[in-house]
């Protein structure tokens, strides 16, 4: 009874995200670049925080239907899948005793189908398809606590449906460089002589994962970023800041993550996380509110969560796939993936403060203290009396035979 009911209660809520799921809107797939560059560098700058060991994070998203995420142009609305493919992987090299030489490379395609697909597209006539892709080299020094990386980024347009998109550049090529000194660290990326995102960091957070403490007040520190976004209207340069916030709350497993744009926009989103029993984040739970869409001169709250476990991660309306899933609502989203990082034998998840041990205990044989067990083993001499009973005697040790009439009052 309790297993139909699990049943009928999963069956409502898809029920339910594919007949409030509000269509894409073809602009927001033409915007997909900068989400898409902006998202890689900042997991980048995540990663560069240890700035040695590995790291990879590769996933598959997709929608359950056709009905969840339609497209919505001039011609109407449109039955179709949106998805997005991406991975990032990062490795260093161990120069000398605090030198590592890394090299990263991130990749993201995404877009929308007529068709469901793996791999390939099908390339339908309202399709949209692009990709970013950002690979470097970096530096790490841990005597000084210092890392510094740049690289390029690449974005392509594989198919823009002529019908329904206007005319869009392919194969830009962009620059970036990242620097990190302890708990500061700036990031730049631009084209030709304009900058795209410029963003500044403060990690005060104390994270034992990198070299800080495991508790007290510096585990409660806050982690502070501002980034400034550069972007057309109507011909013209509109820049704006988002400012994010993210404080820890409770022994680094509950966390609040908060942004906040200036000059126009005001309170963007909210996101309260929780990892339980779990400072390395492999495991976590997420509720979200987000400020969308100007209703009656007024901003729509919206409200979601997702829940993650290692390779399966599942959300409803959650800020994060509402940013990069081309402002999906109303429609349950899941991935596929694996998100993990590697410093010292011990693995952890993108942003974590403590890592997980995996390390396995191995017996070492101590010969010389075998050689001597085995020495004191061999004075010991077994011998058989007249009755047939095991006497055991210990060689070069005196026994003196005592009469028992001899034994004393």
């Not at 205990?361 to 050689?371: E, I, N």
Request: with cysteine.
């Amino acid at each position: 009874m309790k297993n139909g009911l699990n049943k009928i209660f999963i069956l409502l809520a898809i029920m339910a995200g594919v007949a409030f799921a509000d269509p894409i809107p073809a602009e927001a797939l033409t915007q997909s670049g900068l989400v898409m560059r902006d998202r890689q560098l900042r997991d980048i700058g995540l990663v560069m925080r240890g700035g040695r060991g590995g790291y990879i994070d590769i996933g598959y998203t997709y929608t359950p239907s056709s009905e969840q995420l339609q497209l919505k142009s001039k011609y109407g609305v449109h039955d179709g899948f949106a998805f997005r493919h991406h991975y990032g992987i990062f490795g260093s090299w161990v120069l000398d005793s605090t030198s590592h030489l890394g090299f990263l490379t991130w990749f993201d395609r995404a877009g929308w189908d007529s068709q469901d697909f793996f791999f390939f597209p099908h390339y339908g006539d309202f399709a949209h398809i692009s990709s970013a892709f950002t690979w470097g080299f970096s530096y790490t020094n841990t005597k000084y606590d210092a890392t510094f990386a740049l690289g390029l980024q690449h974005q392509n347009l594989e198919l823009a449906s002529k019908r329904v998109f206007p005319n869009e550049s392919d194969s830009l090529l962009f620059y970036w460089g990242h620097a990190r000194y302890k708990n500061v660290s700036i990031q730049g990326s631009f084209y030709r002589n304009t900058f795209q995102t410029l963003r500044l960091s403060l990690d005060l957070e104390s994270r034992e994962l990198y070299g800080g403490v495991g508790s007290g007040y510096k585990t409660y520190l806050p982690n502070l970023s501002a980034t400034i976004y550069r972007r057309k209207n109507n011909g013209d340069d509109d820049n704006f800041v988002r400012l994010n916030l993210e404080q820890n709350l409770y022994e680094q497993q509950l966390y609040a993550d908060v942004s906040y744009d200036f000059p126009k926009g005001g309170f963007h989103s909210a996101i309260l996380k929780y990892y339980p029993a779990n400072f390395s984040r492999l495991i976590g739970f997420e509720a979200s509110c987000l400020r969308r869409n100007e209703i009656g001169g007024s901003r729509e709250l919206l409200w979601g969560g997702a829940i993650d476990f290692i390779i399966l991660r599942l959300g409803y309306n959650s800020a994060f796939d509402y940013d990069n899933m081309f402002g999906a609502k109303g429609t349950f989203i899941a991935e596929i993936h694996l998100d993990l990082g590697s410093i010292g034998g011990k693995f952890f998840g993108r942003g974590a403060a403590k890592a997980t041990a995996m390390e396995t205990s191995q017996r070492k044989v101590d010969l010389h203290k075998f050689m001597k067990a085995y020495s004191e083993q061999q004075k010991l001499n077994t011998t058989v009396d007249a009755q047939g009973n095991k006497v055991i005697e210990a060689k070069g040790i005196r026994y003196e035979k005592v009469d028992a009439t001899q034994g004393g009052n």
